[in-house]
């Protein structure tokens, strides 16, 4: 289901050297609730509070488009090129007003055909100090006479123009095709500066209480690093002694078997001696028995 904007187009006015705020309110015309979200294609340069919510029938939301501040203003003949994209589905009234993001990725997947899309345009109004020939009315402010640009029957995806997305009026127009948009930004998620500087205190807290949970998961990640590596340890010790043992049974086990060795090359060496040799006593009895025999014949 459709809903209804006002305005139908932002116009934004000079100087953008600081933050400036537009409303967009978006209003329900139906008799069922209705889901709606906020795309920008210049996500980085927008801030949309909310961006995404539910609209009970014929009720409206405010929304606040903060437009981020430049470095320094672009050029008076300058053409925005920044676009959003409101989408709406009619949701039922029972489901869950605080899980608008589980509701849009289950309409994305199973009923896609039933998104209704209003696609608003972005004008850089000139400051009022500054009088420039106008021609067109938005916001109240006029503005160059220009013909809106064509939209394609496809859905484009959206997101926020950075300063350098600002062309001259010259230039080269803008087309369909090169529109892409994505989710825009809640200014919650942004932090801008203003929200830290209405209550410093809040932020300091959130910022401790970041600091103190990265610290300890540091720590619990660190202490289970250091109890795997006291377990690699224990491990490489325990094989480093099973290796020795085995060494030293190796060892003993080698000189075991030299020894045995030694041992019986000696004591064959011992019993094979007479081999190489007359024993004593024989060579004795010869020599008294050639005496003998040499006394008595000769």
Known sequence: MSVELDP???????????????????????????????????????????????????KDVEIQVLLQAMKEDPPLDA????????????ISSDQDIYNIAAIWQNIEKTAKTSIQERKIRVSFLPNPEQSTPQ???????????????AYGASSPNYGSPAPDAVT????????????????????TQQGSVSSLLTNPSAALNAASTSISNAASSTSETLQQQLEAAKATIAQLRGQMQDDGLRERKASAVKQD????????????????????????????ALCLL????????F
């Open 168 to 187: 001259p009026q010259h230039h080269a127009q803008d087309t369909p095709s090169s529109a892409h948009f994505t989710d825009s930004k809640d200014a």
């Open 79 to 90: 053409r925005c090129r920044d676009k959003f994209l409101v989408q709406s589905v009619a």
């Open 135 to 149: 021609t067109n009315n938005i916001n109240g402010t006029h503005v160059p006479d220009e013909a809106p640009p």
């Open 290 to 297: 050639s005496f003998l025999l040499a006394y008595f014949f």
């Open 8 to 58: 139908p187009e932002l116009g934004f006015r000079r100087p953008f050297t600081h933050e400036v705020t537009r409303v967009l309110t978006i209003r329900n015309p139906n008799s069922d609730p209705v889901a709606f979200k906020v795309k920008t294609t210049a996500p980085k340069q927008y801030c949309v509070r909310p961006n995404s919510g539910r609209i009970e029938p014929g």
């Open 257 to 284: 078997a030299q020894e045995r060795s030694t041992t019986a090359t000696a004591g064959m060496g011992v019993q094979t001696q007479p081999a190489d040799g007359v024993p004593v006593q024989i060579v004795a």
